[in-house]
């Protein structure tokens, strides 16, 4: 897998961001010691100890560089004057630094230098004055110069600049990092094998060296450089101010083949996403790019200003995570091992043009593949007048239209007898894929005697249209007893789930579906299939997703519930999902819960943080195993994190946390949030976990949240206090009792 470094700065300086890298996969951290102090790497080191993860402290290095400005930057006309001091000095319009301090009396008359990649050129136009530290240049071509900025330096003859290795704030760093017991160096402007082993013996052989190419000399003494170091990294923003740009992608492409035929690894920064510091989306040259450089055998990336200074440094290593995933799952392939394969004719072969299954760095879908059963409407209707009809009941339908999209994926088809006795067993299908509920059709028996195995069923809703087929595999009988004990591990008439087995016609018949025509509904604009939510989230940059199930009008609770879960799963996002299918009496009303979920992403949660869509499914009330389930289809949507509570699916079983389950299977490919009872506490006016803190010794503190408490406040039409429910959300239920709309099923 392709490694990733990440730079560290002002975008990136607290401990919640290091961690989120961490939480992305990033392999490294570091900083660059040409733009930071010895405070701020002290400062760094302690962060990325903290997140555990590895730090790399990047040297000035042997360049030459500009100093201190009063300003952030000054720009230079033609011909206008510039004195060069070899001290530091905060510069001016006139007057600017120039570093390491014994470069200057190495300048003669007619030198060239190139500052900041061509931004400004110069040429050294009196040295008369060299003594006292001061030389004299010439703008040749107008620019704007900021603090700090690198220069290459073009003499009139060949000579060799005296530039050491290592700055004194490069050694100071070294032994800060010793101390601190930080594993890797990379270091600047190497220019020879000998400048490597100078870094090695500083470092006391500790520490592993990543040799920076990035100038001439480099190129010159590139194989020894190669032999010498630990890692190379080619820093392609300083090399292409020594060579023409257009030399860099092929000079990269050399670089590479020679390392790699040394078996040492490279890794290859500058100008990744760089349109990244200021926009969401990258350029298409930038993933042209990033690509090409794996496809040549790159070991590691290397982002700078994109994570240091950018508007969105997460994003950034959620776009380049994107793009490696994407990448390695085409060049790993066993077939471009053998680099006799032609590539292109491999990408060929595996109809890679129309393929969906290279997807994004999203988690992969429950069995590997999302499911797609939904077909276009035949164009001979009358085929179907000649096939068996069954209507379908308005959990059938619901159960028919997830297995199309492939929320239920890897489900194909209702459940055939083989399949339900093993999920009833071990909870897992045949091929051992993970799936706890039952997913059946169920007809009775008479018209169960007119259909065979391998027939095609004409499948009807409830208005007597036609949505789809059902290829027979087989058709059973079950004993319910059993299915209930199993299934809920009671047979005690209490249990909201029994009815549901109990009212279930004798005969099911198993096989996979086909879906013509989905049911109309009023929540059509939020009914999202998998498909669209992984697109969505995917351009939306996100990478990992927490989802949440509910069948309630969100109160304060869920809403502390689900940013607490941003928090705790290092979530780029928040997909809300709330169960919109059939209810039972006393639930609310799913337009209602619809409208709660407006006014929230309408006005109090955070921006670009949240996706609402709907799950046109229905409660079974499988305590444990429907914990599993609602989270195995929500990650079939895209989501990494699932969050899951005590009662997860509102069973009332105090026995047993619902989240207990989650130890059973290490390969749901799902993390799993969990939260205990959640309470507000007046006396610190915030809400807690009850798992987590103990606010007071006095139970009156803990203030708890019911949501049918609130249901029983709310059908009195009295608003619950603040930090029980959103007033508007609140109001907005009254108001539609009072206007005596359907607010609760009845």
Not at 347 to 375: A, C, H, Q
Not at 588 to 612: A, C, G, R, W
Not at 649 to 665: L, R
Not at 707 to 728: C, F, H, N, V
Request: aromatic share 8%; charged share 25%; proline share 3%.
């Amino acid at each position: 897998m392709t490694k990733v470094i990440v730079t560290l700065g002002p975008a990136t300086n607290s401990l919640e961001h290091v961690q989120m890298i961490k939480s992305k996969g990033v392999d490294f951290v570091r900083i660059n010691m040409s733009h930071s102090t010895l405070d701020d790497l002290e400062y760094y080191i302690d962060l990325s100890k903290k997140a555990d993860i590895p730090f790399i402290i990047d040297t000035e290095g042997s360049q030459v560089r500009t100093g201190d400005l009063s300003l952030d930057s000054y720009y230079f006309k033609e011909n206008d004057k510039i004195l060069l001091h070899k001290n530091q000095i905060t510069g001016d319009n006139k007057n600017i630094s120039i570093r390491p301090k014994q470069i200057l009396k190495q300048l003669n008359e007619g030198d060239i230098l190139y500052v900041d990649f061509d931004t400004l050129v110069l040429r050294i136009s009196d040295t008369s004055n060299i003594l006292n530290g001061v030389v004299e240049a010439t703008v040749m071509s107008s620019g704007s110069l900021g603090k700090n900025k690198g220069i290459v330096i073009d003499p009139q003859d060949k000579k060799l600049f005296e530039i050491p290795t290592l700055s004194e704030k490069d050694i100071k760093a070294i032994k800060i990092g010793l101390k601190n017991n930080i594993s890797f160096v990379a270091a600047s402007f190497i220019r020879n094998g000998n400048a490597v082993k100078y870094v090695r013996n500083i470092s006391n052989g500790k520490m592993k060296v990543i040799s920076k190419v990035e100038c001439l000399d480099a190129l010159e003494n590139l194989d020894e450089i190669i032999t010498e170091s630990d890692y190379l990294l080619i820093d392609r923003g300083d090399l292409s101010k020594e060579i023409p740009i257009e030399k860099i992608p092929f000079t990269q492409k050399i670089i590479l083949d020679r390392a790699n035929a040394q078996n040492t690894n490279v890794f290859v920064a500058t100008n990744l996403l760089e349109s990244m510091i200021s926009n969401r989306k990258p350029t298409r040259a930038e993933v042209h790019d990033i690509i090409n450089t794996i496809v040549d055998g790159a070991y590691g990336l290397t982002m700078a200003a994109e994570t240091a200074i950018g508007k969105y440094p997460l994003g950034c290593i959620n776009m380049l995570n994107k793009i490696i995933n994407h990448s390695n799952l085409v060049i790993n392939a066993d077939e471009i091992r053998n680099k006799e394969k032609n590539f292109v004719r491999y990408l060929e072969e595996n109809e890679y043009l129309l393929s969906d299954d290279i997807s994004s760095s999203l988690v992969s879908p429950n069995g590997g593949k999302l499911v797609n059963r939904v077909k276009e409407q035949p164009l001979d209707k009358d085929h179907f007048d000649l096939l068996e009809k069954i209507k379908l009941t308005e959990t059938q339908q619901l159960d028919l239209e997830q297995i199309a999209i492939g929320t239920y994926s890897p489900l194909e088809g209702f459940m055939n007898k083989v399949e339900l006795e093993s999920v009833l067993d071990t909870m897992r299908l045949p091929n051992n894929t993970i799936w706890p509920i039952p997913i059946l059709l169920d007809i009775d028996k008479a018209k169960a005697a007119k259909i065979k195995e391998g027939d095609i069923v004409a499948l009807f809703d409830d208005s007597n249209d036609f949505i789809g087929t059902i290829k027979v595999h087989d058709k059973f009988t079950f004993d319910k007893k059993i299915l209930i004990k199993k299934l809920y591990g009671t047979e005690n008439s209490i249990h909201p789930g029994i009815d549901l087995i109990n009212l279930l016609q004798p005969v099911f018949i198993g096989g996979k579906i086909s879906l013509y025509n989905k049911v109309k509904r009023n929540y059509d604009e939020y009914n999202l299939t998998p498909k669209q939510t992984r697109r969505l989230f995917d351009e939306k940059n996100w990478t990992r997703v927490v989802g949440f199930h509910t069948r309630n009008v969100i109160h304060r609770a869920h809403e502390f519930i689900q940013l607490s879960a941003l928090e705790k799963g290092k979530c780029d996002g928040l997909f809300i999902h709330p169960v919109v299918g059939k209810k039972k009496s006393g639930d609310y009303n799913s337009n209602l819960i619809i409208k709660s979920y407006e006014i929230m992403q309408n006005n109090f949660y955070p921006d670009n943080k949240t996706v609402f869509g709907v799950f046109s499914s229905y409660s079974r009330y499988a305590g444990e195993r429907e914990a599993v389930f609602t989270a195995l289809c929500r990650k079939n949507y895209g989501c990494s994190h699932f969050i899951v509570g005590r009662d997860h699916t509102g069973v009332g079983n105090s026995n047993n946390n619902s989240y207990d389950i989650f130890s059973q299977f290490p390969d749901l490919g799902i993390d799993i949030i969990k939260f205990g009872n959640i309470y507000y506490s007046k006396e610190l006016g915030r809400y807690f976990e009850e798992t987590n803190e103990k606010v007071s010794e006095n139970i009156d503190e803990r203030l708890s949240i019911s949501g049918t408490e609130a249901r029983e406040i709310l059908k009195k039409q009295i608003s619950p206090p603040d930090w029980y429910m959103r007033p508007k959300i609140a109001s907005m239920i009254i108001d539609s009792i009072k206007k005596n709309e359907d607010v609760f099923i009845k």
